[in-house]
């Protein structure tokens, strides 16, 4: 399994982007509150030594 993976972490949300580093291999994020619809969520990590970088999305609905 190695090392957990290090670095920083970058989601953006609608085009918003919020970073966070990389501890024990985990990255926690905050998010103001969101305005009701369809929210599109991209996530992209870089990499570090030894570690592969990796990006992705999502999407997800505020009701109200």
């Given at each position: 399994?190695?090392?957990p993976a290090t670095g920083?972490?970058?989601?953006?949300?609608?085009?918003?982007?919020?970073?966070?580093?990389?501890?024990?291999?985990?990255?926690?994020?905050?998010?103001p509150a969101q305005s009701?619809?369809?929210?599109?969520?991209?996530?992209?990590?870089?990499?570090?030594?030894?570690?592969?970088?990796?990006?992705?999305?999502a999407r997800f609905v505020?009701?109200?």
């Amino acid at each position: 399994r190695g090392e957990p993976a290090t670095g920083t972490v970058t989601v953006s949300v609608d085009g918003t982007p919020y970073v966070g580093t990389l501890a024990a291999g985990r990255v926690t994020f905050t998010l103001p509150a969101q305005s009701p619809g369809i929210h599109l969520v991209e996530v992209e990590y870089a990499g570090a030594a030894g570690v592969s970088g990796s990006t992705g999305t999502a999407r997800f609905v505020v009701s109200g």
